[in-house]
């Protein structure tokens, strides 16, 4: 016929993430030619010249032999393989995926006006009864054990996300930024080397331009996007876990220059705020320059939270200030103040510390929604983005949030049980949102991330009881599926499930995240409680566990407890309480602890000189002393002098 032939394709309703489906539109015939910048196929079949237009353009064009090696090459490297990308080739597959292309059409010309039959195809990838303690301890070293591997690639161990995506997905190897920084947060619980190893394999793909890769396989580099930054945390978290000085000296440059690459090519206009995108001047990655791209950096790639953005191609961000991003910024660089202090870097630490103050101010008041009382993603025209995530929790940990927001956050969104709250928390979006219903990665199921960084947020602000709320709610969802031996990559919002999404990972490293959670509710060190162990928990023995002081091992009967060190170092106390702030040092033993509740007694395996109590000196018997219970609710700072 002496007509176009065009074919369209239109998403009614997502059965899953519509990046899973892939729409590939194949010519044969003859030898074809992509003309990217023109968005046209060419070729000439008797003499006759076809042009074949897209709309829009194809995120990839490969070039095969025949239908066959396509469909084989499908079968068994999957849609992240690259090798086969081309301009030409006997059978060109024009690939397309409906996350980012629910909408598409080719229209066929034939400008000699006369048309051959063309052959279209399309191809769719288709224990007896340990402590809760204990039991997350355990959970955490046999998911980070089994997935730590060597990369034979780049010759180097590292854990992986799943040993799955490896062998399947990723061809041999696989950084995802946040993941494997995830994994040395795991890992510094036990052993601080492989913490580091973790760290190494992340700074490896650090560019020229001073961004962490948002993901590195053997297939493909994103070398244009990163991932939310979380480094200068995991960085100062390990470095508190060990005090080993090398590791600073070793990071600390690397972090900061990640640092400084987010403020330099992601500030949105002139908000004071930054924005997700992907850079145009580097890399050649899938999805490059696009805002499937843009989303990819948030990590939460298929979000309702991007839904409304609009994606510049000219500048390459997302035209909106995601409250995430903002909110781990700023705790990145408070982070790395904290490293600058210490390295004695005092100019670089005012200047960070002056820019995370401006940051949190702005945070507070431009992401601040009034009429909903909740802070929220915003677009440049002062417009907010109507669904919300738990990433609104998120300026609890950046010390953004007033008291009034604070009270707002947790009574009318974190417990309340049409927006996060429920048996099964976090939802990643709200529960009254209609994408809720979707349940698909990030549109409804509970990820272990989101859980994270609320809850240390609810921590750092003193929301103490909601945080161990939410480690308690965190530990019973995981433990559902661990029953069976699953660490679930997502989990379903309304029923705790793993299983129920086909493309959800069962063995997924940071799946361990919520166990971690729960167990940084006995023992934890972080930046504002530093060392803290709660004495009135739930257990017999935990440890060894990874500490400035060498590894720690805790005991607790029914009447009392007992601290073992290394360095045969021994604290017994019978006080059933929390203990923070612990710190050792030569000839010095100093820690916290809450409101005595009863008369105690603590006792120390070494010979004491002196003990203050909150810096006076008190009486003692040889290696012990006495507390008599008292009604005064201050905490008291204990200190043994060795």
Request: proline share 3%.
């Amino acid at each position: 016929e002496d007509a176009d032939l065009k074919v369209k394709w239109s998403v009614e309703e997502y059965g899953e993430w519509g990046l899973r489906f892939w729409v590939s539109l194949s010519l044969e015939g003859t030898e074809w030619f992509y003309e990217e910048s023109e968005k046209r196929v060419t070729g000439i079949v008797d003499e006759y010249n076809y042009q074949a237009f897209l709309d829009p353009s194809p995120l990839m064009v490969t070039g095969h032999k025949s239908l066959k090696g396509l469909v084989n090459e499908f079968d068994e490297k999957g849609y992240f393989f690259l090798d086969s990308r081309a301009k030409k080739g006997d059978l060109l597959a024009l690939r397309y995926n409906l996350e980012e292309n629910p909408t598409g059409s080719l229209t066929l010309s034939n400008s000699n006006g006369y048309s051959q039959n063309i052959r279209f195809d399309q191809a769719v990838s288709q224990i007896g009864s340990p402590s809760k303690s204990k039991r997350s301890l355990q959970a955490i070293y046999d998911v980070i054990s089994w997935n730590h591997v060597y990369d034979k690639i780049n010759q180097r161990p590292y854990t992986c996300l799943s040993r799955n995506w490896n062998t399947k997905k990723f061809g041999g190897f696989g950084v995802w930024l946040n993941d494997v920084l995830f994994n040395a947060l795991l890992w510094s619980f036990f052993d601080i080397q492989k913490a580091i190893e973790n760290l190494e394999a992340v700074v490896a793909w650090q560019t020229k331009e001073g961004n962490y890769a948002c993901l590195v396989t053997g297939n493909d580099q994103w070398v244009d996007r990163s991932q939310p930054p979380i480094a200068a945390w995991v960085l100062w978290n390990v470095w508190q876990r060990s005090q080993n000085d090398e590791i600073l000296k070793q990071f600390y440059e690397s972090v900061l220059r990640n640092h400084e690459w987010w403020h330099r090519k992601r500030t949105l206009n002139d908000l004071g705020l930054v924005a997700y995108g992907t850079s145009q001047d580097i890399g050649n990655g899938l999805y490059k320059g696009t805002k499937l791209g843009a989303k990819n950096e948030s990590s939460m790639d298929n979000s309702p939270v991007h839904d409304q953005a609009y994606f510049n191609p000219q500048s390459g961000l997302l035209e909106s200030a995601d409250v995430g991003l903002n909110s781990l910024l700023c705790l990145d660089g408070e982070m790395l103040s904290l490293m600058a202090d210490y390295l004695g870097q005092n100019v670089k630490s005012d200047e960070l510390k002056k820019r995370v103050e401006q940051h949190r101010e702005r945070i507070s008041k431009w992401l601040w929604d009034d009429r909903r009382e909740v802070f929220a993603n915003r677009m440049v025209d002062g417009s907010f983005v109507n669904s919300i995530a738990p990433t609104s929790f998120y300026p609890l940990i950046a010390g953004a949030a007033s008291k009034e927001q604070q009270r707002s956050l947790v009574e009318n969104y974190l417990l309340n049980q049409n927006e996060f709250g429920g048996e099964y928390v976090l939802p990643s979006v709200s529960r009254c949102d209609p994408a809720f219903n979707d349940n698909v990665y990030w549109r409804g199921r509970v990820w272990g991330p989101l859980n994270y960084w609320t809850y240390f947020g609810l921590k750092r602000t003193g929301l103490l009881d909601e945080a161990s709320w939410l480690a308690e709610k965190s530990y019973n969802l995981f433990m559902k599926g661990w029953d069976q031996r699953l660490c679930g990559e997502n989990y379903n919002a309304d029923n705790g499930q793993i299983k129920d999404q086909s493309d959800t990972d069962e063995f997924y490293s940071w799946g361990a995240l919520l166990p971690g959670i729960h167990l940084a509710e006995t023992f934890d060190i972080n930046p504002w409680q530093g060392l803290s162990i709660d004495l009135n928990a739930d257990f017999e023995e935990i440890g060894p566990l990874s500490s400035p002081f060498g590894k720690i091992t805790i005991q607790r009967t029914e009447e009392f407890w007992t601290l073992k060190l290394d360095q045969d170092l021994e604290i017994i106390g019978n006080q059933k309480s929390k203990i923070e702030n612990l710190q050792i040092s030569s000839g010095l033993i100093s820690f916290t602890i809450e409101q005595m509740n009863h008369d105690s007694y603590f006792e120390l395996s070494k010979t004491v000189n002196e003990v203050q109590q909150n810096g006076n000196s008190i009486r003692f018997e040889q290696n012990k002393i006495y507390f008599k219970h008292s009604n005064n609710p201050q905490n008291i700072k204990i200190s043994f002098l060795t």
